[in-house]
């Protein structure tokens, strides 16, 4: 189909041909068709359209595979997202996600890094309150039942491999392929809040063979076990050193 090239002047805002007859006919025959057929539109909320598996509404959780690594709250690009103590203990040190629906833009990035498909992409939008409290989700009222698709997976190559002209598709959390913590013995004091922080167990304390010139006790260094991080940074965020850093695979 060839595109003609026209220019217009203000002479053809005069013309009976103008844009304004033009768009009349326009809406007086979409106005013939919706009186003689159904209309385009469905008497909502008496009708609903069907949506596809993969619509994404409200995040959801499923509490029994959430760990409380907090990736979903960085990941947030409105900030909607606060980890928040959930338990029958007051002292309870367990954070779960609370999400402001009233500031939540449903774009899934929480499910899409959650480590263990705790967070999900509900297929819920109809989310009206008379007031803001009632958006406010805790982890009890974020709740919603698993069905197989609500998670969000998703497959990545590395940047190196694809500037080799041999790339090859890696699993969302794949345990092999992934940024790793980088330790600076220099500065570790062998305090042990990152193996304390850590969600997964992925941390071990271990003894490097050196002898405190102080107390004649053993140094120790935390050891990481890659298969079980999720790079939360949970433990870059408490050392008090500064001693460790994230290292991004490329």
Known sequence: MKIEERTYTKADHLRPTGYIAKSLRVTFRQLWRATKNRPNTVLYPWEKLVYPDCYRGRPGIVLDKCIGCGRCAKMCPN??????PFGTDEKSKIKRPQVNLARCMMCGYCAEVCPTNAMLVTPEFELSTYNRADMMFD???????YKPGYEVNYEF????ELKGGSAKAYAKNDPNVHDTIVLDGSKCISCTRCAKTCPTGAIEMAETGELNPKTKKPIKHPKFDNTKCVVCEQCVEVCPKSALSIKEVL
């Open 79 to 84: 900030q909607c997202i606060e980890m928040v």
């Open 139 to 145: 982890p009890i009222k974020l709740q919603h039942p």
């Open 157 to 160: 190559a590395l940047a190196s």
